[in-house]
């Protein structure tokens, strides 16, 4: 699923690890998020949308569409 979380990440000036602490996920969980071999959960997903300011189809491609 395409999305741009490590550009919103850097963009911020966040590392991974400080990305996890504030979503309470390990630093692996968002390596995993930015590779793309993982897929958030809904509750992760409005976490991370929040964070950014950003609608979820803004931040991950609807894979529907």
Do not use: C
Request: hydrophobic share 40%; proline share 5%.
């Amino acid at each position: 699923m395409k999305q741009i979380l490590k550009e919103l990440r850097t963009e911020h000036g966040f590392t991974q690890a400080e990305l996890g602490d504030k979503l309470g996920v390990s630093r692996q969980a968002i390596i995993a998020l930015e590779t793309s071999k993982h897929i958030p959960s809904l509750d992760l997903a409005y976490k991370i949308a929040a964070l950014f300011n950003k609608p979820l189809e803004e931040i991950w491609e609807n894979p529907y569409r």
